[in-house]
């Protein structure tokens, strides 16, 4: 079966970290439960973007030792990211206690990474990696003092120790090519023949056609039949096929494939007294099926369904999962976080247009590797991604000496605040709020931290929680009826007059202390406000919200503090968030603007959703001029993904104000202003025909939450990689006023 996908985005996964959990000294001496003496049973939690992890519990140490080893992907867009690691108490029936956490920035290992030589690109061949008891050298050793919520008993200091590195992806392979390579010099004069060559092609399946192989030696002036190349240069001419654009790669005729690709390959290296030579990498395949099927058949015909002929169907680069866990054999396992593969959605291929081979009915496009499951992890169907996806996936478990690691860390977590409750608090969650996540339409609502790139749970009432699933969700609700409308509009207008009266000004104090606000960004002193409403939409100092780049007038900033959801047309947003049944652009924009619909005709769509801990005036994306505004009527629905992702059409039912901003850069942006339940009013700060500059204010909200949509003419905008990633994961980023999200 045919697809039309193709890739048009370089495979942003760049790199992997190795981290080992070491241990934590001088922890606390908490009082036990009978106050009879002390107790202290630590574990930690390591989070990285959406990977999480958790170690096994240490009973009854203050200098506890975990050598809890993992690794994890990073993405172009991650590399800013932080890793926190937090030291917990175990409890058998309380909570678990927070004793403190620790963070460091994953670009602290990327700068210790050596460069590659600028014309080789070959990574330079240090000492062996790794020690006789299987850690690795070169790690970077840390030891970090943990941040404390409060004081301890003791004037104790806890630390915690822990070694990380980072692995670029083409190390990896090159470190792959170097080991694997060295097992069919079979002279030991670091050198490859051809024959050589086309034996260790021939155990990955190769494709490569005589001539390809042949071109590896005469770019170096040596002849095939007699001169032998380099394992450097063999290197370099394999990572060169890997990433050959699409229309550059041959079609081999039936006659003209260099070998058989069912032989197994050499596990065993001989030495100069016959015996065996153990290799750093622990290769030993056994009787794994490590390559794939022939690929002439008979009478030269090529099936057209064969897997690796097949256009990719998805835009994936799998490399071996989303977080690398071991299983109990010492393999690469399933033990990543519970979300989707992290490199799901990454491009199959680091060049642009770059695919599977191409059905061909008199040939085969040539493959570096054809294999069908990997020799380590024994992850199959590899055979239907790019070669260089497959060779980056093998290199990635060949590098890992996990057999010799004691113990591994249990990696099934979405969410920090999950791998830190106990198993029964997380099955009352689930039966009372849905199921627990990325992308869930439950109660659960999860959101990536864009600036420190950890996975949050947003933050309400466990009432308010409970009350908007069992609204919208419950089986003998009917939230369409009159008087679920009339309930709605009563409930917003007795709150917007509680929080509008004097004594509102008390609710202050412990809405701050829930939401752990920073006082320290608002403009006005805390005392001047004389009632919550004056808080709610309260205005913040200039420097607390920065403008990206204020000099390129054609990146796109965030127009709120608000939970994001970006998709590349209207379409996508319907078939992934957006589920009314009625919901179109024509009824959000209403009949004052029925004539610009067709503008918006396969246009981008972002969607800022404001919750009520977020500060809630709202700011210009875009430069451009303000256009006739218009406040249209509607309904109190709340603006909860819960009710977004039922058949109700809360954007175009409920009261909303549209602002027209007509930008040289980005054309006419449309800004939709959706007013929810408990939101008083929707209220603009700026005059029609007036000009705004990105990130100038242009209006707030009352109290509650609410949503701005925006609206962009097709062709006009391409949004942050990560954050189309995010959207089609139906994930929300959490971006701050003036941050960048596109061009």
Not at 242 to 256: C, F, I, K, Q, S
């Amino acid at each position: 079966r045919k697809s039309d996908w193709e890739s048009k985005h370089p495979n942003d996964i760049v790199g992997v970290v190795v981290l080992e959990v070491e241990g934590a000294d001088d922890l606390p001496k908490w009082p036990n439960a009978t106050h009879t003496g002390w107790d202290m049973d630590p574990f930690v939690v390591v989070a990285f973007s959406k990977k999480v992890f958790r170690t096994r519990v240490i009973r009854h140490s203050l200098n506890p030792v975990f050598d809890e080893k993992l690794f994890f992907h990073v993405r172009r867009s991650e590399t800013g990211f932080q890793v926190q690691l937090t030291v917990l108490d175990w409890d058998k029936l309380s909570a678990n206690d927070l004793v403190g956490d620790a963070t460091f920035g994953v670009e602290e290992l990327i700068d210790d990474v050596a460069k590659p030589d600028e014309q080789t690109g070959l990574y330079v061949v240090g000492d062996e990696d790794q020690q006789s008891d299987g850690r690795e050298k070169r790690m970077k050793e840390f030891r970090l003092e943990l941040a404390t919520v409060k004081d301890l008993p003791g004037g104790v200091k806890p630390v915690i120790r822990f070694r990380a590195r980072y692995h670029p992806y083409d190390e990896l392979r090159q470190r792959f090519w170097r080991h694997y390579l060295a097992q069919y010099d079979t002279d030991n004069t670091n050198t490859l023949s051809r024959l050589e060559l086309t034996a260790m092609l021939d155990s990955l399946g190769s494709t490569l056609s005589r001539s390809t192989l042949s071109s590896f030696f005469t770019r170096y002036d040596k002849d095939p039949k007699i001169d032998e190349i380099s394992v450097n240069q063999a290197i370099i001419c394999l990572e060169e096929q890997l990433v050959h654009p699409r229309e550059d790669r041959n079609v081999n005729e039936a006659d003209d494939v260099a070998a058989s690709s069912t032989a197994e390959p050499v596990v065993m290296v001989v030495g100069d007294h016959g015996e065996e030579v153990k290799l750093d990498l622990d290769l030993s395949f056994g009787a794994v099926h490590f390559s794939g099927p022939p690929h002439v058949v008979l009478n030269g015909a090529v099936h057209t369904t064969q897997p690796m002929q097949m256009l990719l169907e998805h835009a994936a680069a799998d490399v071996g999962g989303t977080a690398g866990m071991v299983d109990g054999n010492g393999k690469p396992g399933d033990g990543e976080s519970n979300v989707d593969d992290d490199v799901s959605n990454s491009t199959a291929t680091p060049l642009q247009g770059v695919q599977a081979a191409p059905t061909s009915s008199s040939g085969q496009v040539e493959r570096v590797v054809n294999v069908h499951n990997c020799p380590f992890c024994h992850r199959p169907r590899l055979d239907s991604k790019a070669a260089i996806d497959v060779v980056t996936h093998i290199a990635l478990c060949a590098s890992q000496d996990w057999t010799k690691v004691d113990r591994i860390m249990v990696g099934n977590f979405v969410t920090a605040s999950e791998a830190e409750r106990k198993w029964y608090t997380q099955v009352i969650m689930d039966v009372a709020a849905g199921e627990y996540r990325l992308g869930a339409n439950s109660a659960n609502i999860i959101v990536q931290n864009r600036t420190t790139g950890l996975l949050e749970e947003e933050k309400m009432q466990v009432y308010v929680r409970l009350g908007i699933r069992l609204l919208y969700k419950g089986f003998l609700s009917e939230m369409e009826s009159r008087g679920a409308h009339r309930l709605l509009k009563a409930l917003s207008v007795k709150q917007g007059m509680k929080y509008d009266d004097p004594e509102s000004v008390k609710e202050i104090p412990s809405f701050i202390k829930f939401h752990g606000l920073n006082v320290d960004e608002l403009l006005d002193p805390l005392d001047s406000f004389t009632t919550f409403n004056q808080f709610f939409y309260r205005s913040l100092k200039p420097s607390a919200r920065p403008i990206d780049s204020p000099d390129d007038q054609y990146l796109l900033v965030s127009g709120a503090d608000c939970r994001l959801l970006t998709f590349e047309t209207v379409s996508h947003a319907t078939r992934l968030w957006i589920k009314g049944r009625e919901f179109s652009v024509a009824r959000l924009l209403g009949e004052t603007y029925k004539d610009d619909v067709e503008r918006y005709t396969g246009g981008a769509l972002a969607i800022f959703r404001l919750a009520p801990q977020d500060y809630h005036r709202f700011h210009s994306p875009v430069e451009g001029r303000i256009g006739r505004m218009t406040y249209i009527a509607g309904e109190y629905y709340t603006v909860n993904p819960q009710a977004i992702r039922t058949a109700l059409d809360v954007y175009g039912e409920n009261a909303r104000k549209i602002v027209p901003i007509h930008s040289p850069q980005f054309g006419q942006v449309m800004a939709v202003c959706i007013g929810a339940m408990m939101v008083g009013s929707i209220r603009t700060t700026v005059e029609e025909g007036e000009y705004v500059q990105r990130g100038q204010e242009f209006g707030y909200f009352a109290f509650g939450g609410s949503t701005i949509v925006f609206l962009f003419e097709k062709g006009r905008v391409d949004w942050d990689e990560d954050l189309l990633i995010n959207g089609r994961r139906c994930l929300e980023s959490l971006v701050r006023v003036g941050m960048g999200i596109g061009r």
